[in-house]
Structures are given as structure tokens and as C-alpha cells.
């Protein structure tokens, strides 16, 4: 490939155009999502987007010890510690998208056009008509070549480099850390002032645990049938980020014994042998098979209960029944 | 294809994070918005030591990055401490130095 580039002057290959062309959009668009994504990780993974982009034209371009440093050190230190921050700051805090200054938006992107006009012509005016290619300089190897300048020529650049990195170190340190002020209760404490209050003693009450479900953000039932707040961590609450399976699991269960009931052969509440269908809410059929006339009386009836339980559902209809007969 | 091309790229990709500074309000996004600009820049760098022949412009590309990382982990820094003592990361937010 140097042998190539050392032999290029003024134009590259077909196949770096094409590398080019391609990998240029997808790095504009990863860019332009960066700035118009709402959510911050949305934006952090755009932009680890157009790094992994920019890490292929380094090495297109030659630079084969940057390309491996930019995927290395770019996306994979310095984005992951951008996703860290995100999700220390919080993942669903959205950005506002109230105008503070009116008008504001397009006077940044018109200015950001007019930049970017200015740039281009720069570029455009430039008289870069000879390209020589790093044939040459990488002959020895790119990263040797790199190592005889950062020791020799950018020696002290390269010194002042690790007194910039210690003091990042120590200041990110210093920023972030937080002396305790109060004396950290003990457990013995802690239980105390538990018993004290007379609230919670013991441990919280578990997660609800279905078969199909079985995670953090699902409640447990209480024995009424509705759902117990408590069983579901304090953050997910503040979030309302609880998942309620329970009206599907009962659902499945009225299913279930439905579905057990014909199995063994006897005959499900409520009804009168003909009209074994599957759905749980089977009392409108029975209203059906039972007596006609009042079929779609009880259908109606039926309607009206809705959002109410299964059994409540077909209890109702019976009620109907016996008032119509 | 010219490698002036990549030039070109490097000031769009430049020009989008200048705006993305101008328009955001979140601290972190405008952090990855001076990333972009960084990143646009060493671009710039890389074409221009294969433009010249010789490896300087990628030992600056390569101080940039060094640059680049040391200011992220302070600035990240500083984006944690404000958010724990105002509960926000907008930088409208942060109009007074003490709260």
C-alpha cells in the first residue's frame, strides 16, 4: 500500500473513492445524529459511530498507529466514560426543547452554514496540486517512524503531555470526590430505628414471581388480587418504570382452569354442555346455549361489565339470566 | 478521487459539531460536540501529513487525542459535580457560579 500511496500524486484509487464516498455519508450521518438525537445515549452511540469511521480513514490515510489508537482510546475509553456519565446523570432526562433565546436555533445553524461555506472555500482557494504521499515516511514502519519523532523532535511536547495527564487525573478526583459529613449509621442502628418507627420491620416484601415473569420492575400481588407497590424498588417507582403482568396472569390462570375443567370432563360453570369454547369469559355463550331469546340481552349486559374480572364477568351474566327467567 | 476530499470532510464534520455546540443545551452533548470538532481537526491533520509526505501532522493528531482525553475526564468531572448539586445537565441551568 505505501508503494502505492508513494506512487499516487494527485489522485487515489477507485477503491479508496468508493471507501470514501461510502464511509463519508455513513460519518455525516452519524455526525448530524449526534447534534439531533433528543436522548444523550442516542447521541453517544452516533458519534462512537463516526469515530469507528474516522479510525478506517486514518488508516486509509496511512496512519495506521492513530487508526488503532482512535478505536482503542476514542471508543472505547473515552464514549464509554461519556455512556457512564449518562447513565450516572440519568438516562431519561431528555432535552428540553423549549427556546430560551427566540430564534436562537437558526441563527446557530446559519452561522454553522456560513462556517462551513468559509472552511470549504478556504479549502477551495488552496493550491494543493501535489499529493507526496507517506511512502517515504512510513518506509521504516509508521509506528517506528512516530516513535523517532515523539522522542527526538516532540520530546518535551511528549513530557509535558504526562504532566497534563497526571494533573487530569487528579483533578477528575478531586471534582468528583465527596467528603462524608455525618458518621455512616451502623446496622445495628439502622434496625433500631426501624423497630422505633414501627413501619417495615421486617424485611420488604419480594417481587411478584409468575412463571413467565420473574424481574425487579414486576409487582407482587397482594391477596386481594391487586398489585403491592412496595415489592418494587424505590427507583423504579420514582421512574414508574413497574411492568404489571398481573391482569395477564390472571387471565392465563381463569385459561388455565378452563381449559383443566374439560379435561377432566366436567362441565365448566355455568354451563350447559353444548358450547364448550375456550375463551375465558364464557359467559355470554352460556346466556346463548341456555336461552336464545335472551341472547344478545346478556350480550349487551356483558358489554357494559367490561374492564371487570372474569368471574365477575360471567356472574354477572348468570345474574341476568335468572333476572329474565 | 482527490484527497482534497477529505479535507472537505473534516470541515463538514467540523461545521456540524460548531453548530451542535451553538444548538444543544445538554452539557454531555455538547461535550460530544467539541469531540467531533477534535476528531474533525485530527482528521484534517492526517490528510495533511500524507498531503506533505512526512509524519508530523499525525504526531499532532496524536497530541490531540492525548489532549482530547485528559479534557474529557475533567470536564466530565466538573458535568458530575454540577449535576449533584443543581439535579440538572443543562447549561441554562448553571447561571450562577454558587448555587
Known sequence: MSGALAAA?????????????????????????????????????CLAGTMIVLAVFYLANG????????IVVYTGAIMMLFLFVVMLVGVTAADSLKETLKGQRWLAALCGLGFGILLAAGIGNASLTTWNGLGQANSGGNVEGLAALVFTKYVFAFEITGALLITAAVGAMVLTHRERIERARSQREQSE??????????????????????????????????????????????????????????AELAALEQRSERWLGRKPKGEDGKGANGTPANGTSANDAGNGANGNDAKRNDANADGKGVDERSEDAEHHKGVAT | MSPVYYLYLAALLFTIGAAGVLIRRNAIILFMCVELMLNACNLAFVAFSRLHGNLDGQIIAFFTMVVAAAEVVVGLAIIVTVFRSRHSASVDDASLMKL
Not at chain 1, 388480587?225 to 395477564?248: F, H, K, P, Y
Request: overall charge positive.
Open chain 1, 9 to 45: 500524486a494527485t489522485t487515489t484509487s477507485t477503491g479508496e473513492a468508493v471507501q470514501f464516498w461510502v464511509l463519508g455519508t455513513v460519518a455525516v450521518i452519524g455526525a448530524l445524529g449526534t447534534i439531533l438525537m433528543r436522548k444523550a445515549v442516542h447521541s453517544a452511540l
Open chain 1, 193 to 250: 430505628a426501624r423497630v422505633r418507627t414501627g413501619r417495615n420491620v421486617p424485611p420488604l416484601p419480594a417481587p411478584g414471581v409468575y412463571a413467565r415473569h420473574n424481574a425487579v420492575d414486576i409487582p407482587g400481588l397482594l391477596p386481594d388480587g391487586t398489585t403491592s407497590e412496595l415489592t418494587v424498588n424505590a427507583t423504579l417507582r420514582g421512574r414508574g418504570q413497574i411492568r404489571d403482568v398481573s391482569g395477564e396472569a390472571l
Open chain 1, 63 to 70: 496512519a495506521y498507529f492513530l487508526g488503532v489508537v482512535q
